[in-house]
């Protein structure tokens, strides 16, 4: 990665974009960073360097694009905030003090996380790309998390996944919602992201042959019929998002029809409704799969059509749209944003979505339970409790310290007499909640466990270990 890369990167987003005010702000930065290196040992430009693609993927006005370069220039290198503004003026200037300003998120109890919260809705109020350049930075700080220790890793990481994608997601940003998700999820559940990742890759390579049978099948029907596509292509759905979706079915190993999904591009609303209707004709769709999100469009307003279809003994998962929908679901509220290079107008668009940025922000700050809504399906219903050694366990909501103990190992909840929460003693039946610190406290000489520990506990493995030991012990049901 160097300035040429970045140059092609912005050029082909964006041919009239200002290269000589790219290339001064990389100077800029290249200096004041000298000697600067990360911890992964690489030079701390580099990190600049990454930022400012990810802005000029996501086609962003050369302004942006520059600040992403200086954007923890005030913070990290002697060089000033107004050096920035004589050298580059009051816009450029203005998005890196709010970058720096907005600082680092830590994540910490729920007055804090409303608080980082707070803080980049009032950033995002004042100037949406301020948002833009910190995502930017929060992708490349995850592509390189690798370098740093694990507590550290899994703080970054769990605050990815609670606020960064969810804001992303709120405002439309698929794409990068769905890379910043990915490598968060990796660090958070790396065992289920590797045991997922290799079931995944399996039918992944028959699917991948399936696909492109059909894509040609089906251009060559959609031609027939006087819809010329614009594009037509396999798309993988992302790790995170199967994840979720097998939570939500309890975590069995179902048959997800959508790990590659074919995206259909078409030019009006017309061929849309028509595509659809030549797939239904040449294979018969899912019971309660079709969506029509074009006339039902999602909350942060995504629009495509959604089918799923028997085809070869297989279930395929097509989705329809025109380029502007793909646009907008993919870059969200960055496809709307610069028009061109000359005008700070925004487009009625993003107009509107400043206004509901804003009111979201206002319900959040009168009502923090409206937080739950932000939130969104990430984590929910799960907690993250800490072992005496700062391990961190993930368990359902409403766990209990007897589902911690099973968690750690059968034979700690056989023996489990009490428990300690955050050093105070606690009841088994306690409900641990997400930052607790549990300790489990055992008496080698118990026999087995409580059978009314079944009246409490909530995790599937704590109620199957119970069950085992209380037979194995000749205890019987529903006698103490
Ligand atoms: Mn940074």
């Known amino acids: 990665m160097n300035l040429n890369t970045l140059k092609q990167y912005v050029q082909a987003n964006n041919p009239k974009a200002d290269l000589e005010l790219i290339e001064r702000a990389y100077k800029f930065a290249e200096n004041a960073h000298k000697g600067q290196k990360r911890s992964n040992g690489a030079l701390y430009i580099n990190h600049s360097l990454n930022t400012a693609v990810t802005l000029a993927e996501l086609n962003l006005d050369a302004n942006t694009i520059a600040a992403g370069l200086l954007h923890d220039v005030p913070e990290d290198t002697d060089a000033s905030l107004d050096e920035i503004k004589d050298e580059f003026g009051e816009e450029i200037a203005g998005l890196v003090e709010r970058i720096t300003k907005l600082g680092t998120i830590k994540y910490r109890g729920i007055e804090r996380y409303i608080e980082n919260l707070r803080k980049m809705f009032i950033a995002m109020a004042e100037d949406v790309r301020v948002i833009f350049i910190k995502f930017a930075d929060r992708l490349h700080n995850l592509r390189t998390l690798n370098a740093l220790p694990r507590a550290k890793q899994l703080r970054i990481a769990k605050e990815t996944l609670e606020i960064y994608a969810p804001i992303a997601s709120r405002l439309g940003m698929g794409q990068l919602k769905g890379k910043m998700e990915n490598l968060a999820f990796s660090y958070v559940y790396p065992e289920e992201f590797t045991k997922l990742n290799n079931m995944i890759s399996k039918q992944y390579k028959d699917r991948v042959h399936l696909i492109n049978k059909i894509k040609g099948n089906i251009n060559k029907k959609l031609k027939e019929s006087g819809i010329e596509p614009i594009s037509i292509k396999g798309r993988t759905k992302h790790l995170y998002s199967i994840y979720k979706k097998l939570l939500r079915h309890d975590r069995e190993i179902i048959k997800i029809h959508d790990i590659v999904a074919l995206r259909i591009i078409v030019k009006d609303l017309p061929d849309c409704y028509g595509a659809l209707g030549i797939i239904h004709q040449l294979w018969k769709p899912l019971k309660g799969r079709i969506k029509d999100y074009i006339a039902q469009p999602k909350p942060n307003g995504y629009q495509s059509l ?47 979505w400043m206004r509901e940025i804003n009111s979201w922000r206002k319900e959040v700050e009168e009502n923090k339970k409206y937080l739950d809504t932000l939130k969104i399906d990430v984590f929910q219903n799960r907690i993250f409790v800490f072992t005496p050694k700062g391990d961190v366990i993930d368990l359902p909501e409403d766990s209990t310290p007897i589902d911690f103990a099973y968690h750690i190992h ?28 549990v300790e489990v406290i055992t008496d080698p000489k118990k026999k087995g466990p409580n059978r009314n520990w079944l009246k409490f506990v909530k995790t599937n493995v704590a109620k199957g270990r119970i069950k085992n030991a209380t037979k194995a012990f000749g205890i019987f049901p529903f006698k103490e």
């Open 410 to 437: 059968t034979d700690i909840g056989n023996k489990c007499v009490s428990a300690r929460i955050n050093d105070h003693i606690a009841q088994l039946d306690a409900k641990l909640k997400s930052g607790d610190m």
């Open 306 to 352: 959604h089918t799923t279809v028997f085809c070869e003994k297989e279930t395929v998962e097509f989705q329809i749209r025109t380029k502007e929908m793909d646009d907008d679901a993919e870059y969200g509220i960055a496809a709307h944003w610069f028009y061109d290079e000359n005008g700070s107008i925004l487009p009625k668009k993003s107009l509107e």
